[in-house]
């Protein structure tokens, strides 16, 4: 079921410092992550087209630096994806929570919507 | 008993409890978010199985294992980016989708928008994507099944195609997101435990010394070391600086093509929460990118113990190689009855890959049809939910007919570049509306219009005017040659033109609502005004 909200609530909610500091806990660790992560992932994607003897050295065995280089790219992604469950369940649900509920309580009384 | 009967057995049973799961599915189906949306009520878990089940079709499962058989290090180039792009999903994209969407993707680009135009446009790009990945998938059913099955008449090959377009049709019109979702799960199942079980004996082998598999492989194919390394298939020293920017453009499109993809942005609207949308990709992404290190061994195995020369005979895209790898080893270890159970368990898993993903794909496109173009273009809004869902029951037939029609007519084309093209589409055109929807104030509806069809426009010429379509010997039409560009993959081009069109669509049209941002911002990230999850 869809709630119908006054628009005013959100506007009045945008403007509290509450959010302000939920939007900014969101994008200050998920946008820097974001270009963190896809430089790492064309670093690799470059020095595969362009520096092939580099990525063709044997570490040990037949194991070179491409393998890991590739397999580092999968264990940066759990890591990263694990990383950002931890900040959003620490930093960002509470906040979230705590706004919605509040809102929500607010229309129950007659408050916010009318 | 030939293996050719044992799969067509487990596959028949595949196809018996999936219709079982269907049918149940359709008595639970009422309304439209239990159609478009399997209720909101699939729990994280679930969902995450199904984001696999959806995502790894056979283009990645066989596919990526066929191209490491043949060509070595490259086809582990592909499963990165297909991995890495989960986490742009994941950071920007599917939590705040689920909070502000509905049913589609253009539920969220046309929230603050003049909703006609924006709703045309993710509509038409919506069912593009789609009808390209499902046209490449169901080309690749009709060849498969001639590979797997034994069958090599053209006749065999084009009832293939039609029974495997019949299956998805039902699996769609009855069980809509609900029986697809399941279909999803049941898949993505067989196929982890597929791919792990014919990954542990091809380990056992070589006594869990990847050194060692990685050696034998290296030397198998007669290319030595370079088989370890990129650069055999994608941007080959021969093909020169072109051939390596081509390879950095593919790498773009893969990366940030998934999180356009429509058939997996709606997979985030079938939970009740933002919070179980995040969870449902981390499961997505830890069961994916466990699938893709499978592939690996898989890939390298079938090198080292079948033999690139056997496997190149066998199907000259390498599609057999996980199939008779896992012949070999069952062979080895068990005598030849386990060699015939093991490919034919692994054939059945193909086909159960096909019909999963298409239906996941005809699923997306008929529910844009029925909630953008048909409730809210042409009857402005004015239709009922239940006229919704009968309108994309019979779009899921029609486009189902069509994607059948078409792909038999594609069936002695090359038609796998559209794969790519389809994540082409979705990095250049979707992306950036979606991303300027959700965090750009100024955003508006000339932006979103102009980003769409920038992006879809730009990457479509450009592949019509590549090596892929004419000019090559491996070109959709080599006899002709109509190309005037060297690459293959158009998203290092498509992708900033569809970034920048949206800029200037922007910039150069006065519109502006604060009052719509601030709605989808809060919406966005506190989930206030959210869809709930419907309880039966």
């Known amino acids: 079921m869809t709630v119908q909200h006054d628009p005013s609530v959100y506007e009045r909610i945008q403007a509290g410092e509450q959010f302000q500091e939920l939007r900014r806990r969101y994008r200050s660790w998920a946008f820097p992550m974001t270009i963190a992560f896809l430089v790492w992932y064309l670093l690799y994607v470059v020095l595969s087209g362009f520096a092939r003897g580099f990525m063709g050295t044997k570490l040990f065995g037949n194991i070179n630096v491409a393998l890991v280089f590739g397999v580092l790219q999968f264990v940066s992604t759990f890591l990263i994806a694990w990383a950002y469950s931890r900040h959003a369940e620490a930093k960002l649900d509470p906040i979230a929570d705590e706004l919605r509920a509040g809102a929500e309580k607010r229309d129950e009384v007659g408050e916010g919507a009318k | 008993m030939s293996h050719e009967a044992l799969s067509t057995i487990l596959f028949l049973i595949f196809v018996a409890v999936t219709l079982a799961i269907t049918f149940w599915a359709s008595r639970n189906t009422r309304s439209a978010s239990d159609f478009y949306a399997g209720g909101r009520s699939f729990s994280g878990l679930q969902n995450g199985l199904a984001i696999g089940g959806d995502y790894m079709s056979a283009a990645s499962f066989l596919g990526i294992a066929g191209i490491i058989a043949l060509s070595g290090y490259d086809g582990f180039l592909y499963s990165i980016g297909f991995l ?265 898993v193909a086909f159960a890959t096909i019909l999963a993903v298409v239906a996941g794909l005809t699923l997306a496109s008929s529910s844009s049809f029925a909630h953008d173009l048909y409730a809210h273009v042409f009857k402005r809004g004015g239709a009922t939910e239940r006229q919704e869902v009968v309108v994309a029951r019979i779009a899921a037939f029609v486009i189902g007919a069509i994607a059948i029609t078409l792909s038999i007519f594609a069936q002695s084309l090359n038609v796998a570049f559209l794969v790519s093209l389809a994540f082409a589409v979705a990095a250049s055109g979707n992306l950036p509306a979606i991303l300027y929807s959700l965090f750009w104030k100024r955003f508006n509806t000339a932006g979103a219009v102009s980003a769409i069809y920038g992006g879809l426009i730009s990457a479509v010429v450009l592949v019509v005017f590549s090596p892929v379509v004419s000019g090559a010997p491996t070109a959709m039409f080599p006899d002709a040659d109509f190309h005037l560009i060297p690459l293959s993959n158009p998203g290092i081009f498509s992708i900033p033109i569809g970034f920048l069109c949206g800029y200037l669509g922007t910039v150069l049209s006065k519109e502006y609502n604060a009052s719509k941002y601030a709605e989808i911002e809060v919406r966005s990230l506190t989930g206030l005004g959210a869809e709930k999850a419907t309880s039966h």
């Open chain 2, 84 to 348: 890495v792009a989960w986490l742009v999903a994941l950071l920007l994209v599917a939590e705040l989708m689920r909070n502000s969407g509905k049913y589609t993707m253009a539920d969220v680009l046309a929230f603050r928008m003049s909703p006609r135009p924006v709703r045309t446009a993710a509509g038409v790009s919506t069912i593009v994507v789609s009808i390209f990945y499902l046209l490449a998938q169901m080309v690749g059913a009709g060849a498969l099944v001639g590979l797997l099955l034994g069958v090599h008449s053209e006749a065999g090959k084009i009832w293939t195609i039609i029974a495997v377009g019949l299956l998805m049709i039902i699996y769609v019109v009855f069980g809509g997101m609900k029986g697809t979702t399941w279909v999803q799960i049941v898949k993505a199942v067989m196929l982890m435990v597929g791919a792990a079980l014919v990954t542990l004996l091809v380990l056992g082998k070589f006594g869990f010394n990847l050194s060692g598999l990685l050696g034998d492989a290296a030397a198998q194919s007669g290319k030595g070391d370079a088989f370890l390394n990129a650069g055999l298939k994608y941007g080959t020293e021969a093909q020169g600086t072109w051939g390596k920017i081509d390879l950095i453009s593919l790498g773009l499109a893969l990366v940030l093509g998934t999180a356009g993809l429509p058939h997996v942005l709606i997979r985030f609207y079938t939970v009740p929460t933002a919070r179980d949308a995040r969870k449902s990709v981390m499961w997505g992404i830890g069961i994916i990118g466990v699938f893709y290190l499978l592939t690996l061994v898989l890939g390298f195995g079938a090198a080292a113990l079948v033999g690139s020369k056997t496997i190149a005979e066998a199907d000259k895209a390498g599609n057999t190689a996980a199939p008779l790898l896992a012949q070999k080893v069952g062979q080895d270890i068990f005598g030849d009855v386990g060699g015939t159970i093991l490919l034919a368990v692994i054939a059945a």
